[in-house]
């Protein structure tokens, strides 16, 4: 992939065009599958009613569609695109940079052959194939994109990560921290829950779960996780900052 490929994905040619082609038939194929689920419930509208039944099948799908995961990991992965094509080629040298573009251009093709109904996740895992070094290079940029206070950005970029390595319960986590600066909270507890699933001894995803279900008002669930910490750390170790946060948390529970 040279410079002119990439600006032709940046600015309106027409690989830009493809792509955004894409992401329109996706979002074609998301209404329809929620408009056909919505009228398959059988919508009634109160004989006096304001709201027809056409308007009440188009707010419902709205909000349906909102929900759905793909249309979030459709923008996370648009998000993640533009910052690595942008931002990276002033911060590594050539042949790193090379390599970045060469996987950009594997990402935009997966990207426009996606098919909403499957599992957008495995598809992406199994179409991609990327070097630990390119890895390396998006990890330090979400480092960067953390560093400016640009958390969208640093969010977008791990949760490609937990795409190319699925395994790597650190990007989950760091998703999940991520979220939680986005004021994420749904995605937040999602991203946590895969990173213990991954690493059970993990302590950090546990603590900012607690602080999570503390903020829901779920002191049942936080004092849980209070509990399954302090179990870890009998025969963990604990880092000092972790223990700071899980003395503060237990303070919030325990006043």
């Not at 600006?7 to 979002?27: I, R, S, V, Y």
């Not at 419902?60 to 910052?83: G, V």
């Not at 939680?180 to 507890?189: A, T, Y």
Request: with cysteine; glycine share 2%.
């Amino acid at each position: 992939m040279d410079h002119i490929q990439l600006q032709m994905l940046l600015t309106g040619g027409p690989n830009q065009q493809n792509k955004k082609e894409a992401f329109d038939k996706f979002d074609k194929e998301i209404e329809k599958d929620c408009t056909e689920y919505i009228k398959s419930q059988n919508i009634e509208v109160a004989p006096n009613s304001l709201v027809s039944t056409s308007e009440n099948i188009a707010r419902l799908t709205n909000e349906l569609r909102i929900e759905m995961k793909f249309e979030q990991l459709s923008k996370y992965l648009q998000s993640a695109f533009l910052t690595l094509a942008t931002d990276l080629e002033k911060k590594i040298d050539a042949d790193q940079y090379e390599s970045v573009l060469d996987f950009l251009l594997q990402l935009h093709d997966s990207i426009s052959s996606l098919d909403p109904s499957n599992d957008i996740s495995k598809e992406l895992k199994e179409a991609l194939t990327v070097s630990d070094r390119v890895l390396d290079i998006i990890n330090s940029e979400a480092i960067s994109k953390f560093i400016e206070n640009k958390f969208y950005d640093s969010l977008s970029l791990y949760v490609l990560l937990t795409i190319l390595n699925p395994g790597n319960s650190e990007y989950w986590y760091r998703a999940g921290l991520m979220a939680r600066k986005c004021e994420n909270s749904n995605l937040e507890l999602q991203m946590y829950r895969e990173a213990i699933e991954i690493s059970p001894l993990s302590i950090g995803p546990r603590i900012f779960s607690i602080f999570y279900y503390i903020n829901m008002n779920s002191l049942e669930e936080a004092r849980s996780e209070v509990e399954k910490v302090d179990t870890l750390i009998q025969t963990s170790i604990i880092e000092e900052y972790e223990q700071e946060l899980l003395n503060r948390a237990k303070s919030l529970l325990y006043i």
